[in-house]
């Protein structure tokens, strides 16, 4: 079936560094994207989304890039902090206008 | 409104007792949405309100779950004679539609541990 994809479960990266994570989804239909993060113990908290429409989308240190020619996501997290040390998540609206499909999600570890 | 709140936060039971979660959402948000999550893996799709009406259900993982959402605000998760397997992190998140956005926002989940 359909499902929504991460390249890599881990990632270990220095402070101050700048972080990318990837993400694989493989239904043509998807038209709305988003990234989570989440720590030990909580909900996954929004990070940031795109629709299709863009192929690029800018917030505070976070940037994501759609590419919809080869069905592939990432999220760019500039000088990465200690705090952002978590799993994160990206979503796939999937053409459903309610649902959201994820991934297994990614490790980020962050070096001081 | 400082967001989804989830009541308890962790619910320890043994194997065949029922258990109830609750989900307050944000106040002026109308959709509102369980997922499930297990150890290793993303949040699980279970089941959604819009305003009082649950509009999907499909995905509930047996008849032993239910939902509601009886005034279209609060909504409770119900499993009856809870399994082993049924341990996990349940989370409500919630949406407001019809403001251009599809984003959900979660809250803090609800840790089961089925004894």
């Known amino acids: 079936g359909e499902s929504v994809g991460l390249h890599l479960p881990t990632l270990s990266v220095q402070e101050g560094d700048n972080s990318i994570i990837n993400c694989a989804y493989s239904?043509?239909?998807?038209?709305?994207f988003i990234w989570y993060k989440q720590e030990s113990g909580k909900g996954p908290q929004f990070i940031i989304d795109?629709?299709?429409?863009?192929d690029k989308r800018q917030g505070q240190r976070v940037t994501v890039l759609l590419n919809k020619t080869v069905k592939h996501l990432s999220l760019q997290i500039a000088a990465t902090q200690p705090g952002d040390s978590a799993v994160y998540f990206c979503a796939d609206s999937g053409g459903s206008n309610y649902k959201l499909t994820f991934g297994k999600g990614t490790l980020l570890t962050v070096n001081p | 409104d400082t967001g989804v709140s989830q009541n308890p936060r962790h619910k320890i039971t043994k194997r065949g007792q029922n258990v109830t979660f609750r989900c307050d959402p944000i106040?002026?948000?109308?959709?509102l949405y369980w997922y499930r999550q297990t150890l290793g893996q993303g949040p699980e799709f279970l089941t959604y309100?819009?305003?009082?009406?649950?509009?999907?259900k499909s995905r509930l993982l047996s008849d032993r779950f239910s939902a509601e959402r009886p005034k279209g605000s609060f909504s409770t998760l119900e499993i009856q004679r809870t399994e082993q397997g049924d341990s996990a992190m349940y989370l409500c998140a919630s949406s407001s539609v019809g403001q251009g956005s599809e984003k959900l926002l979660f809250g803090s989940g609800t840790q089961l541990s089925v004894l």
């Open positions: 239904n043509s239909a998807s038209d709305y």
């Open positions: 795109i629709r299709s429409n863009m």
């Open positions: 309100f819009q305003n009082e009406a649950q509009l999907e």
């Open positions: 106040s002026e948000h109308n959709r």
